[in-house]
T-cell receptor, first 113, second 108 residues
Framework: KAGVTQTPRYLIKTRGQQVTLSCSPI?????VSWYQQTPGQGLQFLFE???????NKGNFPGRFSGRQFSNSRSEMNVSTLELGDSALYLC????????????FGPGTRLTVT | GESVGLHLPTLSVQEGDNSIINCAYS??????FIWYKQESGKGPQFIID?????DKRQGQRVTVLLNKTVKHLSLQIAATQPGDSAVYFC???????FGGGTRLMVKP
């Protein structure tokens, strides 16, 4: 069974731009969560989607948004990028039988200059 | 508020020794706890979990201990190997937040 895939793996943007990251969960998984990882703040939860609905949301500004499609693939968008948005963005999926066990993708490394 | 925290940011051990990584939590309502391992350049990987009605669970070379009285969780790695070098995160399963992580460095 293929794992969680994220595209692109690396991205460089400039301040003020917007970016869209993509995540394909493990086949059959309906929950997708997004995290931001930085050296200073560790892993911080952004939001979780289940069956195309946002189920949980972390404490991030409205510039961060996401969505999930009917095939469970998910995208997150960051508008008006700031230097502090430079981070590794991780996506994780989980299945119905063990919804607490998350399977992480390799992440997208976003650098904002 | 609810939080999951780790005691030591970096742990350095000799290859072959046992490692113990600690974690404190504040949410008494957590039903399960999970340890993840993150190697350089990769996403976190599930290692082992434990239900709140247990106090010990063993896996292959790893043991997780749960002390609900003091809200403490630990991960023990037996005969630590270079491949164990990584950042380890604990997570209270019904929270979507992680502690800052402990970096385990294994010296050959």
């Amino acid at each position: 069974k293929a794992g969680v895939t994220q595209t692109p793996r690396y991205l460089i943007k400039t301040r003020g731009q917007q970016v869209t990251l993509s995540c394909s969960p493990i086949s059959g998984h309906r929950s997708v969560s997004w995290y931001q990882q930085t050296p200073g703040q560790g892993l911080q939860f952004l939001f979780e989607y289940f069956s195309e609905t946002q189920r949980n949301k972390g404490n991030f500004p409205g510039r961060f948004s996401g969505r999930q499609f009917s095939n469970s693939r998910s995208e997150m968008n960051v508008s008006t990028l700031e230097l502090g948005d430079s981070a590794l963005y991780l996506c994780a999926s989980s299945g119905v039988s063990s919804s607490y066990e998350q399977y992480f993708g390799p992440g997208t490394r976003l650098t904002v200059t | 508020g609810e939080s999951v925290g780790l005691h030591l940011p970096t742990l350095s051990v000799q290859e072959g020794d046992n490692s113990i990584i600690n974690c404190a939590y504040s949410n008494s309502a957590s039903d399960y706890f999970i340890w993840y391992k993150q190697e350089s350049g990769k996403g976190p990987q599930f290692i082992i979990d434990i239900r709140s009605n247990m106090d010990k669970r063993q896996g292959q070379r790893v043991t997780v201990l749960l002390n609900k009285t003091v809200k403490h969780l630990s991960l023990q790695i037996a005969a630590t190997q270079p491949g164990d070098s990584a950042v380890y995160f604990c997570n209270a399963g019904n929270m979507l937040t992680f502690g800052g992580g402990t970096r385990l460095m294994v010296k050959p």
